[in-house]
């Protein structure tokens, strides 16, 4: 196969993180008037009430949930869960890609918690879930394994009696796969993920469970400011109103009101899942007819709808090992990359070698679609050379 593809993906964006942006998306369609203004001035809180009150309309928050704007973007808001609710129960820890490993690091190195369990899968699995106390023990987790590609079905494995908390890393899950809320306490999530807005602030959600447990429980360490959403044993209210703890880009704020309300435009998180799941069945159905791909998800039932990982399954480079697979995966993302037809396709580093195609409902199927030939093509152009180099 040496010809070039005819047809090439209108937007050749296809990065997981951070995501393309919205279709027909400009720097134009964004308000300024908050720029150059304090976010503290009545045109700066409005647009940060704004943002919460959208994120709650199209994410389809309960009414009385709290929802702020944290900094650091979905590592800032976890790291606040963590380090402000952990350590009044013991602690399950679920992790089965390079994000919930770092969450363990910071349990079990920095906070050094007495009763953490650790429940892990490798690459392209689930833990069992069945081992996992969500009764008595508090319960950390990703719903979405940004960078296995495997997800958690569903919320059914949680205890609806639950006494502990449940803590949520949501951000390549949130707008594109629906969240149960009823089963979760504390839900994280980025702005450049689904909706491809621009990075560096996070959202962090809480129960009324999690306000109980903030204002009567108080860490045995120090928390940065930062961190602190409690003042005299008090929620402090204005974080979940749109008073940041500290200075958010206005830009960044607008340019996520623009992806919320093209979202509402789309038929809100409905229309979202829609056009993930869509998506990624374009990548998944491609997947399972050829024969030298193979998607990272062991289960179809857990592959991811946004962050669809692959990896080389053709046997004659299989046959010649690990690092002849590496350089084949890397060798396609490269060539692409180089052609303009995708961007940023790679595994994730810390992932087993292969490619990472995100789904997300900012990206259009046509151009899924339009790829695919391609990663045929540049398939056959690796393999090649590997045979020439033998």
């Known amino acids: 196969m040496t010809d070039l593809p005819a047809a090439r993906p209108r937007a050749p964006f296809f990065s997981s993180g951070p995501c393309a942006?919205?279709?027909g998306w400009s720097l134009h369609n964004l308000k300024t008037d908050a720029l150059g203004r304090s976010h503290r001035a009545k045109v700066g809180k409005a647009r940060l009430k704004r943002a919460i009150d959208l994120?709650?309309?199209?994410?389809?928050v309960p009414a009385d949930y709290r929802i702020g704007i944290v900094p650091a973007s979905d590592t800032g808001a976890v790291e606040m869960?963590?380090?402000?609710?952990?350590?009044?129960?013991?602690?399950?820890?679920?992790?089965?890609?390079?994000?919930?490993?770092?969450?363990?690091?910071?349990?079990?190195?920095?906070?050094?918690?007495?009763?953490?369990r650790i429940i892990t899968a490798p690459y392209g699995e689930l833990p069992d879930l069945s081992q996992v106390d969500t009764r008595t023990r508090d319960v950390v987790f990703t719903w979405?394994?940004?960078?296995?590609?495997?997800?958690v079905p569903d919320a059914e494995w949680i205890a609806a009696d639950r006494e502990g908390l449940t803590i949520c890393d949501a951000t390549s899950a949130a707008f594109a796969q629906r969240l149960d809320f009823a089963k979760l306490d504390v839900v994280t999530f980025s702005w450049q993920k689904v909706l491809g807005g621009e990075a560096a602030h996070g959202m962090l959600i809480l129960s009324p469970r999690a306000v109980e447990r903030l204002e009567t429980y108080k860490p045995a360490w120090p928390l940065p400011k930062i961190f602190r959403m409690t003042k005299g044993g008090k929620l402090i209210e204005g974080i979940f109103e749109g008073e940041t703890i500290n200075t958010p880009s206005m830009l960044c704020v607008e340019d996520y009101i623009d992806a919320l309300e093209w979202a509402k435009g789309i038929g809100g998180l409905s229309g979202l899942v829609a056009k993930a799941d869509a998506n990624a069945k374009v990548i998944h159905d491609w997947a399972a007819r050829t024969p030298w791909i193979a998607n990272l998800a062991r289960d179809p039932a857990t592959a991811s709808n946004t962050s669809v990982c692959l990896v080389v399954a053709d046997p004659d480079v299989v046959a010649k090992g690990a690092e002849a697979v590496a350089q084949v995966a890397k060798g396609i993302a490269a060539t692409l990359d180089k052609e303009g037809v995708a961007f940023d396709i790679g595994a994730y580093r810390d992932a087993p070698p292969g490619l990472r195609i995100w789904c997300g409902a900012t990206v259009e199927a046509p151009d899924l679609q339009a790829l695919t030939p391609w990663l045929d093509w540049a398939f056959a152009q690796e393999k090649a050379k590997l045979a020439k180099a033998a």
């Open 21 to 23: 942006k919205r279709p």
């Open 55 to 60: 994120t709650r309309e199209v994410l389809e």
């Open 81 to 116: 869960a963590l380090w402000s609710l952990l350590g009044a129960r013991p602690v399950d820890m679920l992790a089965w890609e390079s994000f919930g490993e770092g969450w363990v690091t910071d349990v079990v190195k920095q906070l050094k918690l007495d009763d953490a």
């Open 144 to 151: 979405n394994g940004t960078t296995s590609g495997v997800r």
